[in-house]
Each structure stands twice: as C-alpha cells, then as structure tokens.
T-cell receptor, first 114, second 111 residues
Framework: DSGVTQTPKHLITATGQRVTLRCSPR?????VYWYQQSLDQGLQFLIQ???????AKGNILERFSAQQFPDLHSELNLSSLELGDSALYFC?????????????FGPGTRLTVT | GQSLEQPSEVTAVEGAIVQINCTYQ??????LSWYQQHDGGAPTFLSY????GLEETGRFSSFLSRSDSYGYLLLQELQMKDSASYFC????????????FGKGTRLHILP
C-alpha cells in the first residue's frame, strides 16, 4: 500500500459526459501528479501540482483540468469525454516539487467511455 | 524531440541475470528513474540515478552514463515475481519539467 488513495476505482460513462477523479496523497507529500495509461500510449504525464500550485504540465488536453485543494487532495476533471479517453488514470505523490523522483502511485481509476 | 527508448519485451530464466536498457533523448536532464508495474497494479519506484555509475539496491541495480544518454536496470537472481513491466523515466528541466516515461519493457521469466 503506497498510502495514495484514488476514487472511484472504476468509472463507466458515456461520450460527451464529464467525470471527476479524486486523489489523496501520502501524508506529508506536497506534490500530486496525474498520469494517463492506455495500451497504445504507455504512461503519459498529464500535470503536477505542488502545494496547491500548478508545477509542471504535460500532454493534458484542454478538455481536462485539475486542481489541488488546501488539504492537498487533488481532482482531475475530464469533460466532453470521447471513446479515446478510456484508460487507467493514476495519481502519484512525492514529498517535494522538483528533484523528488520517488513517486508513490495510487491504485488508479479505470475509466471506460462507451 | 523528447523520447525514451527501451525494448518492448525481454525473456530470461529464473535465477539468471537480466539487463533492461534505456536510451533517452531530451533537451535537459536531471536523472533517470526506474519503475516496476505488475499486471493490474500501479507503478512502484525502484531506483534513481542522477550521476554516472551504478546504484545497487538488493537484487536490483541501475546504471547511468550521461555522456551516452544511456542507462540500464539490472535484475539479479531472477524470481518469478519479477515478471512485470519496467519503465524508465526522466524529467526535462528545459521543457517545463515535463516527466517522460518510456513505453515499458515487459519481462517474461521462464521456470
């Protein structure tokens, strides 16, 4: 158990809909990262927040947004969902903003868009 | 562009040694990380190399050559439970600190 929690574990929704994925980092970790993993694209970095502020941005679509709240939990919002958004979404946390390469991953949320 | 290249699959025998290579092409570089992921599971951190040389952690070792933009993960005394996918990853300070993962190497272990 990494100490990172993600909810829900599974999510099935229709195209065009909007969903919110939630992540709670390990106790004491200030950074939260979001990743998308699909069979053909591997593990894709989406975005990182550090202590409530956006720290780094990857290949995150404009239809996706995220935020980190004062209690350090984070939410990833996916809107206007398309079939291609079906994937496993991981949240990870680390103690620092940079130079902290030991990330702890949550169990993931499997999103299925039908 | 930015890319990490690693073999898609490697097969080895239980008890043997296997090396998984990773070459990277990024404009900036902090260091090279390795993660293990079992089927249906989440990635778990294995090692990180910021400087050239070998880092050893139990049965696993990781090596980095910055001049060659190359690293590898060495797994010794292979066990069946080591069957998993292994990813290398870098963070590029010249590209807004983007984190880039390789596509992963699937390790098959034969009894």
């Amino acid at each position: 158990d990494s100490g990172v929690t993600q909810t829900p574990k599974h999510l099935i929704t229709a195209t065009g809909q909007r969903v919110t994925l939630r992540c709670s980092p390990r106790s004491g970790d200030l950074s939260v990262y979001w990743y998308q993993q699909s069979l053909d694209q591997g593990l894709q970095f989406l975005i990182q927040y550090y202590n409530g502020e956006e720290r780094a941005k990857g290949n995150i679509l404009e239809r996706f947004s995220a935020q980190q709240f004062p209690d350090l939990h984070s939410e990833l919002n996916l809107s206007s969902l398309e079939l291609g958004d079906s994937a496993l979404y991981f949240c990870a946390s680390s103690a620092l903003g940079t130079g902290s390469y030991e990330q702890y991953f949550g169990p993931g949320t499997r999103l299925t868009v039908t | 562009g930015q890319s990490l290249e690693q073999p898609s699959e490697v097969t080895a025998v239980e008890g043997a040694i296997v090396q998984i290579n990773c070459t990277y092409q990024t404009s900036g570089f902090y260091g090279l990380s390795w993660y293990q992921q079992h089927d249906g599971g989440a990635p778990t951190f294995l090692s990180y190399n910021a400087l050239d040389g070998l880092e050893e952690t139990g049965r696993f070792s990781s090596f980095l050559s910055r001049s060659d933009s190359y690293g590898y993960l060495l797994l010794q005394e292979l066990q069946m439970k080591d069957s998993a996918s292994y990813f290398c990853a870098v963070r590029d300070p010249n590209r807004d600190d983007k984190i880039i993962f390789g596509k992963g190497t699937r390790l098959h272990i034969l009894p």
